[in-house]
């Protein structure tokens, strides 16, 4: 049975508001104050693994809906690229995408009939660790680079076919920012 750790002040009644520098002069129990230390990373790590659900790392992938062309959201962030649909009827779409990240990241359509995780990696326009976009299929079009936070609408007329997404930023792609879109 776990029982709570406490700070005991030798110099004070009270061992509210116990503090590190407090810890070192002396004002408490050394033993009793470092068992608390070690107590608050392991809370935290616990803590940590019990609220991860990343799809990513369950490998199970979100069921995401079709929908009949429009407007689809895009959400990058580190290391996913999420889209609202991951089908759409062809014709006109407007792309509304969002760098959720804390990174610079970019939005890439892929024309393609390769699945996007099985892209060769190599240097593409002199930086290592990207895939070849005039190799691996046709740039239908891109963001280019979004800073942390930003917005922006890509509008692209899609005809029908497989498509990846990509952030093809170096070693952003081999980092799993990649996906598969139908057009039907």
Not at 53 to 78: D, E, H
Not at 98 to 116: K, M, S
Request: charged letters at 15%; aromatic letters at 6%; one cysteine or more.
């Amino acid at each position: 049975m776990a029982h709570p750790v406490q700070a005991v002040r030798h110099s004070s009644p009270s061992a509210n508001g116990a503090s590190l520098s407090e810890a070192m002069n002396g004002g408490l129990d050394m033993k009793i104050f470092a068992g608390k230390w070690v107590l608050i990373p392991a809370f935290l790590l616990l803590g940590g693994v019990a609220c991860s659900s990343s799809s990513a790392a369950s490998g199970t992938r979100k069921s995401v809906p079709s929908t009949a062309g429009g407007t689809i959201g895009i959400g990058l962030n580190q290391w996913s690229i999420t889209p609202t649909a991951a089908r759409v009827s062809a014709g006109p779409v407007t792309f509304n995408v969002d760098n959720e990240g804390d990174i610079t990241h970019e939005f890439v359509v892929l024309r393609t009939d390769t699945p996007a995780a099985a892209f060769t990696i190599g240097s593409f326009e002199n930086e290592p660790d990207r895939i070849n976009e005039d190799t691996v299929g046709t740039n239908i079009g891109e963001t280019g680079d979004l800073e942390a936070g930003a917005l922006n609408a890509l509008k692209i007329n899609l005809a029908p076919g497989h498509y990846a997404f990509v952030c093809n930023l170096s070693g952003h792609y081999h980092a799993g920012m990649h996906t598969d879109f139908t057009v039907s």
